[in-house]
């Protein structure tokens, strides 16, 4: 008796064959994945309601189907492996522990992953139990091979990970308990050589730290360095700031700095560039395209780093920009900035001028996807018109998410960047 399997009702309007884990032929059991849909948020496998053999499959990978769309068509007058009356425990644990004894061997090995299955983005094909354990005991599934059709990963296959786990613990332990007991005199003996003073971090501290280290581990971080020459700018820079042709400046206390400047051009380098002011989806499948300039200025507070952004940056000139940096530094300091201060950020700018140094690696204020560091403005002599003449660098570090932006990208935003520096003219064309 053949039986047509459809989509059942699982609260989605439409979703996409992602997986298709049976084979015409294959002896399917009651409760077992038969095929993998992605919506718009989730993965979901599809169980089978019926034990027998699969006769035909009538969907392919990248299908979309609804509730009720034909699937296959299983034979279950053939079936006679699985008692009709074994219990819902029983017929749980044939599936997920004894599945690769039913299947023939030949199931035992996939030679072809289609491109679907996101294999190269660490999608992993597994069932809501494997998924769940794994959850419970904080393992990564994209680190277990699975031997299941298309590599699914069965329970016996994270139950196997288990115990070699348990194993390299129990090995590491034995090798690095000394290491771990010298580790933890020294913690204890710090004022053995000296007085010491534990001071708490902030909360503000403990948070950065804490998103700082995340960033860190989670984005593929590329650094791309660079100096402009910005005699000009600097010239062009200190002429504005002259209080006695300016009278703007001295009516709002105005004082434009070099950052000022670059935060200006940050903005042109964007609208040239769309790539470096968007984000990465949550599940990594789509890149947010913002279509407004929030630029977030670094800095150093007593409690830790913070990041306030200046609003629409495109909107304003650089004194207003100025009197807004100044507005929001000050906020900073006196501990006076909201959330809403900090939020809306497209790009961050870090600024250790005023400190020295030459190159840095920014860590990337996520979700943004990329930060600029700039360093101590200083003079060299530069090979220009047949000879060496001095001129003020300003070197440029810029650290950009590797799953986004490619070098080349990289490469021609601060190119752009450094064209501006180098010609504070070529804005007004």
């Known amino acids: 008796m053949e039986i047509e399997v459809k989509v059942p009702d699982i609260g989605l309007e439409e979703v996409e064959i992602i997986a298709i884990l049976v084979q015409v032929g294959d002896y399917i059991v009651k409760d077992q994945e038969i095929v993998t849909v992605e919506g718009e948020k989730a993965s979901i496998d599809i169980p089978s309601k019926y034990n027998g053999i699969v006769k035909k499959i009538l969907v392919k990978i990248g299908d979309l189907v609804k509730k009720n769309s034909l699937m296959l068509i299983v034979d279950i007058k053939s079936i006679n492996y699985v008692s009709e009356n074994a219990s819902k425990k029983n017929i749980d644990k044939l599936c997920?522990?004894?599945?690769?004894?039913?299947?023939?061997?030949?199931?035992?090995?996939?030679?072809?992953?289609?491109?679907?299955?996101?294999?190269?983005?660490?999608?992993?094909?597994?069932?809501?139990?494997?998924?769940?354990?794994?959850?419970?005991?904080?393992?990564?599934?994209?680190?277990?091979?699975?031997?299941?059709?298309?590599?699914?990963?069965?329970?016996?296959?994270?139950?196997?990970?288990?115990?070699?786990?348990?194993?390299?613990?129990?090995?590491?332990?034995?090798?690095?308990?000394?290491?771990?007991?010298?580790?933890?005199?020294?913690?204890?003996d710090l004022d053995k050589f000296g007085s010491i003073k534990k001071v708490r971090m902030s909360y503000i501290q403990r948070k950065v730290s804490k998103n700082l280290s995340s960033y860190w581990v989670q984005i593929p971080h590329v650094t791309h360095f660079d100096e402009v020459d910005v005699t000009n700018l600097e010239s062009f820079r200190k002429k504005i700031n002259n209080k006695q042709s300016t009278q703007t400046i001295i009516k709002k206390n105005i004082n434009v700095t070099l950052l000022i400047f670059l935060i200006k051009i940050v903005t042109y380098a964007l609208k040239k560039f769309p790539i470096f002011n968007s984000s990465l989806s949550e599940n990594k499948q789509y890149i947010f395209l913002k279509q407004y300039y929030n630029i977030g200025v670094a800095v150093n507070t007593a409690k830790g780093l913070l990041v306030p952004v200046i609003k629409n940056v495109d909107k304003k000139n650089i004194y207003e920009i100025s009197q807004e940096l100044k507005k929001i530094s000050e906020k900073s300091r006196t501990e006076m900035l909201k959330i809403s201060d900090m939020e809306g950020g497209c790009f961050t700018i870090s600024n250790l001028g005023k400190l020295g140094g030459t190159y840095f690696t920014p860590i990337i204020n996520s979700p943004e996807v990329a930060i600029l560091g700039i360093s101590k403005v200083s003079q060299k002599l530069v090979w220009k018109n047949n000879e060496f003449v001095p001129r003020l660098m300003l070197p440029l570090s810029m650290s950009y998410d590797h799953r986004v932006i490619n070098g080349m990208e990289a490469a021609h935003f601060i190119t752009c960047i450094s064209e501006y520096l180098s010609d504070i003219r070529l804005l007004s064309i």
């Open 96 to 188: 997920v522990d004894n599945i690769c004894k039913i299947l023939p061997k030949k199931h035992h090995t996939v030679d072809y992953m289609p491109n679907n299955c996101f294999y190269d983005k660490k999608f992993v094909h597994a069932s809501p139990l494997v998924r769940k354990m794994s959850r419970v005991m904080n393992i990564n599934l994209s680190n277990i091979k699975g031997s299941g059709v298309n590599s699914r990963i069965l329970k016996e296959d994270l139950n196997k990970h288990i115990r070699m786990l348990d194993e390299s613990i129990e090995c590491n332990n034995k090798n690095s308990s000394n290491i771990l007991e010298k580790i933890t005199e020294l913690k204890n």
